[in-house]
């Protein structure tokens, strides 16, 4: 069965610095999604992402944040410089459309630590 | 602004025993409504979906969840439930005016015991 997938398991960095997640999302879905999940909070949606533009954004998904699809197949979050309230787990998630039958599909999640 | 509860961070269940997980919602135009189960260490998956039609609606691993327009529930069940169901279970809702974004609950952990 096709999954989403996310590189790496876990990221540690330092504040301030820069760090990009990676996922690979299943291939014939065409669009793209990053969730985060603080720890012992909800899951909160960041962005959705589709022909090769960003479509919907919360408000949590400020200048820091960036996305980008920079090849056929891989999806990517950069956080420019990282702040020790941006520890999470991301979500990576994928859907074959926007329609209203579509179901979004999870990877397993990046957790990033920020020291 | 749509939202999702889920009223109890614990759900425990007898091997055998019916389950249920409850949720509610809050959206101003029609909901879609998601059930998705994370087990240790794994991505949230997929279980099932209320679009529209029939209120009973059946997903995998024989869960199952009634939407119920009144109450602006969709709570999950299951007849029997079995130990391996034991993991952390999420609500979720779209708006179907309000874009792709889905919002969730907080999560139900359930616990099934032999």
């Known amino acids: 069965e096709p999954e989403v997938t996310q590189t790496p398991s876990h990221q540690v960095t330092q504040m301030g610095q820069e760090v990009i997640l990676r996922c690979v999302p299943i291939?014939?879905?065409?669009?793209f999604y990053w969730y985060r999940q603080i720890l012992g909070q909800k899951v909160e949606f960041l962005v959705s992402?589709?022909?090769?533009?960003?479509?919907?954004k919360s408000e949590i998904f400020d200048d820091q944040f960036s996305v980008e699809r920079p090849d056929g197949s891989n999806f990517t979050l950069k956080i420019r410089s990282t702040k020790l309230e941006d520890s999470a787990m991301y979500f990576c998630?994928?859907?074959?459309?926007?329609?209203?039958?579509?179901?979004?599909?999870f990877g397993p999640g990046t957790r990033l630590t920020v020291l | 602004a749509q939202s999702v509860a889920q009223p109890e961070d614990q759900v425990n269940v007898a091997e055998g025993n019916p389950l249920t997980v409850k949720c509610t919602y809050s959206?101003?135009?029609?909901?879609?409504l998601f059930w998705y189960v994370q087990y240790p260490n794994r991505g949230l998956q997929f279980l099932l979906k209320y679009i529209t039609g029939d209120n009973l609606v059946k997903g995998s691993y024989g869960f199952e969840a009634e939407f119920n327009k009144s109450q602006t529930s969709f709570h999950l069940k299951k007849p029997s439930a079995l130990v391996s169901d034991s993991a952390l279970y999420f609500c979720?809702?779209?708006?179907?005016?309000?874009?792709?974004?889905?919002?969730f609950g907080g999560g139900t952990r359930l616990m099934v015991k032999p």
């Open positions: 959206v101003s135009g029609n909901p879609y």
């Open positions: 998630a994928s859907s074959a459309d926007r329609g209203e039958y579509n179901e979004q599909f």
């Open positions: 992402f589709y022909n090769n533009e960003i479509s919907e």
């Open positions: 979720a809702v779209r708006d179907a005016k309000a874009g792709n974004m889905l919002t």
């Open positions: 291939s014939n879905h065409l669009y």
